[in-house]
């Protein structure tokens, strides 16, 4: 799999600033180059009018007809050099040569209806004599005593001044537009740069932390944009904190609670190995033992499994009514065993969000306490009910209820009121389970006539939508 490219924010600063700003000094520098060159072009165009104009006021009209005496400083002007050369042409009234040269193509367009000058002229570019030039057709009204007609006279010159012109003026605008796209990305650098000091700080200030340094980061001379990250990463090491005591306390509980059961059973061997108790009775404090010992390695594993389960799987939905008739339907035998009372009350489907393992170990855990808590022939009951946005899971048992001196601790690993019988993680499993669900446990003790009747465990959890068929 090919690794995703690093983003980096200072070359995203970079490109977010210099690039609009190349693209529109881009810009801004093709139209200075097109006005440049429509103000050169307007330019030079008046100058060919104002050539053809003086040819015109040359020309003279009498009874043998047109004529038209170029003075000798005149033609120096269009034979001056081979670089920006002129050329003209002069047409009588029907077309016919009258003087300049002759191989320059005759103007034969529509004669110019308007003109931005006060004069009958046209512009327009032709090749001649292997070179693009630029021609002004101009017509020149003529009149006497016995004739009148109009004149044509062509002025053309070479496109090679306009065009050095025009390079000279785009290659200035060119150096002048590099040079400010220089400055801005120099600038730009350097702000972003400085602007980004206090991440690279931030960055060296945990780097050169240690592996078991997990105090705040401290917060004085940053900006006002990092303060939330700071303060999320310092939450985060708390949280770290946090779990990791809870971690080192679980462990040494963990490792209390599974010596004490080896000692017994330790102790318990001992004693049928000396001949000192009876064999039979023996083996059976040793199998309660070892039960107990399996059952505590059990929700010591589901404990570390319900936090994997979490990071692994995503939640999907599940019907909780179905979940809670499997339970049920597992834990049958031991319901039978007491002859418990039973009622379940989960016919219709009711759908929440979640993992199934850690679903069914919540509700096994909290059945199995119900089913231990009640006593022999008594009342039992499983409901499943819901609740605008809620679903709930309602277990009623007939049990002693909780002491006061154990609800605070209720939850907490290796906590019971039986420290013979129970583990003290079924408890901590469901809270878990419940909080990964997004959802709230409750016990509470029921009472009836004045008395502890029995222990309600309600469990409510957001409701879902139901799978597509």
């Not at 210099?18 to 180059?33: M, N, Q, R």
């Not at 001949?275 to 404090?285: I, M, R």
């Not at 834990?331 to 016919?347: Q, R, V």
Request: charged share 20%; net charge negative.
């Amino acid at each position: 799999m090919k690794p995703a490219r690093q983003h980096s924010l200072r070359r995203y600063l970079l490109a977010g600033i210099v690039v609009p700003t190349t693209l529109l000094v881009c810009i801004d520098a093709a139209g200075s180059y097109q006005r440049a060159l429509g103000a050169i072009n307007t330019a030079y165009d008046r100058s060919l009018l104002a050539s053809a104009r003086y040819i015109g006021e040359l020309l003279q009209l009498d009874d043998h007809g047109l004529k038209v005496e170029i003075p000798f400083a005149a033609t120096e002007i269009f034979d001056a050099s081979n670089e920006g050369r002129m050329y003209y042409r002069i047409s009588g009234f029907s077309g016919e040569f009258l003087s300049g040269h002759a191989d320059l193509p005759l103007y034969t367009g529509p004669a110019p209806k308007r003109s931005v000058y006060p004069a009958l002229v046209d512009f327009y570019e032709i090749d001649y004599q292997g070179r693009r030039v630029r021609m002004a057709a101009l017509y020149q009204p003529m009149a006497s005593g016995h004739q009148r007609g109009v004149a044509l006279i062509q002025v053309a010159e070479t496109l090679e001044v306009r065009e050095r012109l025009a390079r000279g003026l785009l290659m200035d605008t060119l150096w002048r537009e590099a040079l400010l796209i220089g400055v801005v990305m120099t600038v730009t650098w350097i702000v972003v740069s400085r602007a980004l000091r206090p991440v690279n700080n931030l960055r060296d200030e945990v780097l050169s932390r240690g592996e078991r340094d997990l105090s705040p980061v401290r917060t004085e001379g940053l900006p006002g944009e990092l303060q939330p990250v700071v303060a999320a990463t310092n939450d985060l090491l708390q949280r770290i904190t946090r779990m990791i005591r809870l971690q080192k306390q679980f462990v040494r509980d963990a490792s209390h609670q599974l010596r004490t059961p080896l000692a017994v059973l330790k102790t318990q061997a001992q004693n049928g190995l000396s001949g000192h108790a009876d064999a039979h009775e023996t083996l059976v404090q040793i199998h309660g033992t070892v039960d107990r010992a399996i059952r505590l390695a059990n929700q010591m594993l589901a404990m570390a499994k319900v936090e994997q389960v979490h990071r692994q799987d995503d939640p999907v939905p599940l019907n909780l009514s179905e979940v809670a008739r499997e339970v049920a339907l597992d834990m049958s035998p031991l319901i039978a065993d007491k002859n418990l009372d039973f009622e379940l009350h989960a016919e219709e489907p009711v759908w929440v969000r979640g993992h199934a393992w850690m679903l069914r170990e919540m509700v096994r855990n909290l059945l199995h306490n119900a089913v231990r808590e009640t006593p022999a022939g008594c009342p039992l009951s499983l409901s499943v009910e819901t609740m605008p946005g809620t679903a709930r899971l309602v277990l009623r048992d007939s049990g002693p209820g909780i002491a006061e001196s154990l609800r605070e601790h209720l939850f907490e690993p290796f906590h019971t009121g039986h420290p013979t019988t129970g583990s003290g993680l079924g408890l901590t499993i469901c809270r878990e389970v419940c909080e990964h669900m997004g959802g709230r446990i409750e016990l509470d003790n029921r009472v009836e006539s004045g008395r502890t009747a029995g222990l309600d465990a309600i469990v409510s959890l957001p409701l879902a939508e139901a799978p597509a068929a």
